[in-house]
Structure formats: structure tokens, C-alpha cells
């Protein structure tokens, strides 16, 4: 009897091969429908994905400007040791999120919705690092209270000079505990919290509001034109070159011809009195 001689493992002839591929061809054209239609959608989700992704990056590069922009109008809040860079970066990733997360079926501009990210991101991250001594705090609390009273008593506001004595210190002093108190007291001025004005956003003449309060915009708009030009000259000039000339602090002091440093001191006690105004002129329409 003849032996059988077995196939080698692994060695294939023509026919092997061919009944393979027919196996296989079986096997594709048995699949569920269903399975197809998962790898179709796989893939779909897929190139939606890259394709959101492209669109988010494009929005990225080409809002960055935006958020140098609002950097610079909130700058002056700075004090070591946050740099205009940290800034910057927070700003960036609040863009970057904001790009992600926006939905373009929905009615809104995404340059409308990238401020607001972008601006909180910056305010966060200023807010963070906002660290006042608690004299500080208590005697800028003890200023409102004595401009509230001589208001009250006096019907106008008391001048630099007067303010300063009722607090039993130099002008300059209370320039500088204006300037340390700042960045956690006019946060506010940024729209941080709903108590007092956006007064930052009304001094750079651009709002996104809508027109439903463009009456109470205008009439804040006519109060504040009013304080600005009842400023002391160089606060005045501070303000206008800084909020509507868009100029740095240092651009602002070369224009003045004074050092940096007073002209953040100055801005501060004018942002001071601006805000004290328009809290008085807000309490009284109630």
C-alpha cells in the first residue's frame, strides 16, 4: 500500500489559494449591512473630526490678535509676579477652548463669543494672582465711605487733596494704595462681577450689547463723558490716551512727560472717582 505523503504546513497550491479567496469572498458577502455601516460611520466621524479641527485652528491663528488686544486693555491691572506673557498664554487657551467648544449652527458670531472667553480667561487668571493686604483693602473701603458722606453732606465730591486728608495721609499715598488696591477692587471695572458698571468696556467705546439697552448705554455714556471731564487734567488726559488712543502705560507717560509709575498711579485714582461716580449716579436711580 502506497504511504500518503501529507502537505507540508504552510505550503499552498493554486487551487488552495483560490478556494481561500472564494471562502473569503463568501464570508464579505455574508457581513451584516450593519458592519458596513459602522465602518462607514467610523470613518465619517473620523474626517468630521479633522475637519472641525482644521476649522478650530484656523479660528485660533486668525483671532490671536484679539486676545494682545484685550491683554492691553487690561495690563495696567498687573503687578508682580504675573508678566503681560502670563497674560497672553491665559488668553491663548481661552481662545483655543473657545474655538473648540463653538457651535456655528447657533446664532452668534464667534468673534462675539471669543471675547468673552478670551477676557474671562485673562481676568481669571489676573484675579488669581490679585493678592491686596488686608490694611490696603480696609482703607480703600474707608475712601468710598468718606466720598459716599461728603457727597451726601456736600452734594460734590471732595478733591484729591481733601480725600487725602480725611484719610490722614499724603496725596501721593493715597495714589499708590489706589495703584496696590487696583487689581482686586477694579476687577469690577471689567465686568468681574454684576454690582458695579463694565466701566472698562464703556471707556473703550465698543460694546456687544444688545439694542435693547442701548437707551440705559447711552445715558451711561453721557455720565461718564460728564466724570471724565470733571478729572483733574492729567487723569483726564490718562484716561483718554489710554482707553481711546490705546497707548501703554509707558506710550502714555513719554506723551505726559512724567515717570511710568505716576502715570499708574494717576490712572488709578481716576479710575477710583469714575467708578465712585457711577456707582453714586447707579444708587441714586433707585
Not at 42 to 66: C, E, G, I, R, S
Not at 108 to 126: C, M, Q
Not at 224 to 239: F, H, M, R, S, V
Not at 247 to 256: I, P, R
Request: proline fraction near 3%; include cysteine.
Amino acid at each position: 500500500m502506497a504511504t500518503e505523503l501529507k502537505k507540508p504546513v504552510g505550503s499552498l497550491n493554486e487551487s488552495d489559494v483560490k478556494t481561500a479567496r472564494l471562502a473569503q469572498e463568501f464570508v464579505n458577502a455574508a457581513a451584516p449591512a450593519q458592519s458596513q455601516d459602522h465602518l462607514k460611520g467610523t470613518a465619517m466621524k473620523a474626517y468630521n473630526q479633522h475637519t472641525k479641527k482644521a476649522a478650530a485652528d484656523k479660528l485660533v491663528v486668525d483671532f490671536l490678535p484679539l486676545v494682545h488686544k484685550i491683554v492691553h486693555q487690561i495690563a495696567s491691572y498687573l503687578h508682580p509676579p504675573l508678566t503681560r506673557e502670563d497674560l497672553v498664554s491665559a488668553g491663548t487657551i481661552g481662545l483655543i477652548k473657545a474655538a473648540r467648544d463653538f457651535d456655528s449652527t447657533k446664532e452668534a458670531e464667534f468673534k462675539t463669543y471669543a471675547y468673552i472667553r478670551v477676557r474671562g480667561a485673562v481676568l481669571d487668571e489676573l484675579r488669581s494672582w490679585s493678592f491686596t493686604p488686608s490694611s490696603i483693602k480696609k482703607q480703600f473701603e474707608q475712601a468710598q465711605q468718606l466720598v459716599r458722606d461728603y457727597v451726601e453732606t456736600n452734594g460734590v465730591e471732595p478733591t484729591d487733596e481733601q480725600l487725602a486728608k480725611m484719610l490722614g495721609i499724603t496725596t501721593d499715598k493715597m495714589y499708590r494704595m489706589f495703584e496696590t488696591a487696583r487689581a482686586r477692587h477694579f476687577l469690577s471695572i471689567h465686568g468681574i462681577n454684576e454690582e458695579a458698571p463694565a466701566l472698562g468696556r464703556s471707556l473703550m467705546c465698543k460694546s456687544t450689547e444688545n439694542p435693547g439697552s442701548r437707551i440705559e448705554k447711552q445715558e451711561l455714556s453721557a455720565k461718564l463723558a460728564e466724570a471724565i471731564g470733571q478729572l483733574p487734567e492729567k487723569q483726564k488726559q490718562i484716561i483718554l490716551l489710554y482707553y481711546h488712543k490705546e497707548l501703554t502705560m509707558k506710550e502714555a507717560a513719554m506723551v505726559l512727560g512724567v515717570t511710568e509709575s505716576r502715570v499708574s498711579q494717576l490712572h488709578a485714582a481716576a479710575l477710583f472717582k469714575l467708578s465712585t461716580k457711577l456707582k453714586l449716579w447707579d444708587k441714586s436711580k433707585t
